[in-house]
């Protein structure tokens, strides 16, 4: 990879490094909008208490109440409606799900759509929350300049995803997480080391255990993302002595989803915790939350891994539609050895998937709250931002392989074409 990465420099592949200058720049833009603060609003919030998620999932810009506090969690919000919708329950949704790349289109759109009227109700609830005493035209104005700061990311995302180089939301997801790494890392080191409250040398072990973890973890999701399930194909109008008897097949990864399961888990707990953070720490409902959703808590932390299961299982079948893949299959004159083609592939196929989406949802699961059980047990005084480790670190390094993947596809192609 490293090798092919060196093509880089090659001054026929320029256009390549205007790509990466054009989505290094998107995401400078990203990290200075989380620190410029909506007027008015200069030290609203002293404690993020429940909020620590949403805040690190947007790159602090929650804490610092940036134009861009709610970052792109509208649109993850507004994916999983429609995704929703999608599962026969609305016949609109579903003939969308089903017209190929243009109904793929239209049901971004909306999903664009519906995330704009959700930062909106979001912005309106975060600025009733956290700025006390303002009129409703002081909030409205507050609400519409949230709004705009999702809006304005999510063109940013797609020109990234158009002229840079990978899927722009999902970077600006990635960087976010990033920035926060240093302060979790920090936090850790003080609560750890400098203000422990046991031994130091206990202090000292627990924190390099810490770090030994989260490589543990980069490792894990990098074996995780290169993980496949190779199906044999043949094809009955061609010989193998045509293709030097190579072999064709369909891969599956072990997680066809990647980090969407993880992504959704965490928004939909977020959820709760908005709610909870709007009503204040003193209300029914904060403290419910606070003991059996927050997933640092045991039925927290269960309910997280379901939700990453019930995800992984919703985000395969919106990717791959075992029906349509058997029907392309038979139309190519594919088939698969020993299977016979139409239904029986499609069945095939299916359970195929489910196997190997189990594995993988376990993978990411385990991966996901190894660093919650991990500070669980080491100390019960680690800050709140720590807490988003496992999920952090899953997401970021699922986002770079995937771009690094396409960034290396890319310097393959180029370079074979040059040759040619």
Same mark, same amino acid.
């Given at each position: 990879?490293?090798?092919?990465?060196?093509?880089?420099?090659?001054? $026929?592949?320029?256009? /390549?490094?205007?790509? *990466? =200058?054009?989505? +290094?720049?998107? %995401?400078?833009? #990203? &990290?200075?909008?989380? @620190?410029?603060?909506?007027?008015?609003?200069?030290?609203?919030?002293?404690?993020?208490?429940?909020?620590?998620?949403?805040?690190?999932?947007?790159?602090?810009?929650?804490?610092?109440?940036?134009?861009?506090?709610?970052?792109?969690?509208?649109?993850?919000?507004?994916?999983?409606?429609?995704?929703?919708?999608?599962?026969?329950?609305?016949?609109?949704?579903?003939?969308?799900?089903?017209?190929?790349?243009?109904?793929?289109? $239209?049901?971004?759109? /909306?999903?664009?759509? *519906? =995330?704009?009227? +959700?930062?909106? %109700?979001?912005? #309106? &609830?975060?600025?009733? @929350?956290?700025?006390?005493?303002?009129?409703?035209?002081?909030?409205?104005?507050?609400?519409?300049?949230?709004?705009?700061?999702?809006?304005?990311?999510?063109?940013?995302?797609?020109?990234?995803?158009?002229?840079?180089?990978?899927?722009?939301?999902?970077?600006?997801?990635?960087?976010?997480?990033?920035?926060?790494?240093?302060?979790?890392?920090?936090?850790?080191?003080?609560?750890?080391?400098?203000?422990?409250?046991?031994?130091?040398?206990?202090? /000292?072990?627990?924190? *390099?255990?810490?770090? +030994?973890?989260? %490589?543990?973890?980069?490792?894990?999701?990098?074996?995780?993302?290169?993980?496949?399930?190779?199906?044999?194909?043949?094809?009955?109008?061609?010989?193998?002595?045509?293709?030097?008897?190579?072999?064709?097949?369909?891969?599956?990864?072990?997680?066809?989803?990647?980090?969407?399961?993880?992504?959704?888990?965490?928004?939909?707990?977020?959820?709760?915790?908005?709610?909870?953070?709007?009503?204040?720490?003193?209300?029914?409902?904060?403290?419910?939350?606070?003991?059996?959703?927050?997933?640092?808590?045991?039925?927290?932390?269960?309910?997280?891994?379901?939700?990453?299961?019930?995800?992984?299982?919703?985000?395969?079948?919106?990717?791959?539609?075992?029906?349509?893949?058997?029907?392309?299959?038979?139309?190519?004159?594919?088939?698969?050895?020993?299977?016979?083609?139409?239904?029986?592939?499609?069945?095939?196929?299916?359970?195929?998937?489910?196997?190997?989406?189990?594995?993988?949802?376990?993978?990411?699961?385990?991966?996901?709250?190894?660093?919650?059980?991990?500070?669980?047990?080491?100390?019960?005084?680690?800050?709140?931002?720590?807490?988003?480790?496992?999920?952090?670190?899953?997401?970021?390094?699922?986002?770079?392989?995937?771009?690094?993947?396409?960034?290396?596809?890319?310097?393959?192609?180029?370079?074979?074409?040059?040759?040619?």
């Amino acid at each position: 990879m490293f090798k092919n990465l060196k093509l880089i420099f090659s001054p $026929k592949n320029k256009d /390549i490094r205007k790509r *990466i =200058g054009f989505t +290094l720049f998107g %995401l400078l833009i #990203f &990290a200075v909008g989380t @620190t410029i603060p909506v007027p008015g609003t200069e030290g609203a919030i002293s404690n993020l208490g429940l909020w620590e998620l949403i805040n690190a999932i947007g790159g602090g810009a929650l804490k610092n109440f940036s134009i861009f506090a709610l970052g792109v969690m509208p649109y993850i919000s507004a994916s999983i409606i429609t995704g929703i919708l999608q599962m026969d329950i609305i016949p609109y949704f579903t003939e969308l799900k089903d017209s190929g790349e243009q109904g793929r289109q $239209k049901i971004n759109q /909306i999903n664009r759509y *519906i =995330g704009i009227v +959700l930062a909106f %109700l979001q912005g #309106f &609830a975060m600025a009733f @929350t956290f700025v006390k005493g303002a009129g409703t035209v002081e909030y409205l104005k507050i609400a519409l300049i949230l709004t705009g700061g999702t809006a304005f990311l999510l063109w940013l995302g797609d020109q990234i995803t158009q002229k840079g180089m990978g899927n722009g939301i999902s970077l600006i997801i990635m960087a976010g997480i990033i920035s926060t790494v240093p302060k979790m890392f920090i936090d850790t080191f003080k609560t750890l080391i400098l203000n422990h409250t046991g031994s130091l040398a206990m202090g /000292i072990v627990g924190f *390099i255990l810490f770090v +030994l973890v989260y %490589l543990l973890i980069v490792v894990g999701v990098i074996f995780e993302e290169s993980s496949e399930r190779r199906i044999p194909i043949q094809y009955s109008n061609r010989t193998t002595s045509a293709y030097g008897q190579k072999q064709s097949y369909i891969p599956f990864k072990l997680n066809s989803a990647g980090v969407m399961p993880v992504i959704f888990a965490s928004v939909i707990l977020s959820i709760p915790t908005f709610i909870g953070g709007i009503l204040g720490n003193d209300s029914g409902f904060t403290k419910f939350v606070t003991n059996y959703i927050n997933y640092t808590t045991p039925t927290g932390f269960v309910l997280y891994i379901i939700l990453i299961f019930v995800f992984g299982y919703f985000y395969t079948n919106m990717q791959i539609n075992p029906k349509e893949l058997a029907k392309n299959l038979n139309k190519s004159g594919g088939y698969i050895p020993g299977i016979r083609p139409g239904v029986e592939t499609e069945k095939y196929i299916k359970k195929i998937l489910y196997r190997i989406t189990f594995l993988g949802s376990t993978f990411i699961a385990v991966i996901a709250g190894l660093p919650i059980v991990f500070s669980s047990f080491i100390s019960t005084g680690l800050p709140a931002s720590v807490s988003i480790g496992g999920t952090g670190v899953l997401i970021v390094v699922g986002v770079a392989i995937e771009t690094c993947k396409q960034l290396e596809s890319s310097l393959i192609n180029r370079n074979y074409k040059g040759a040619r």
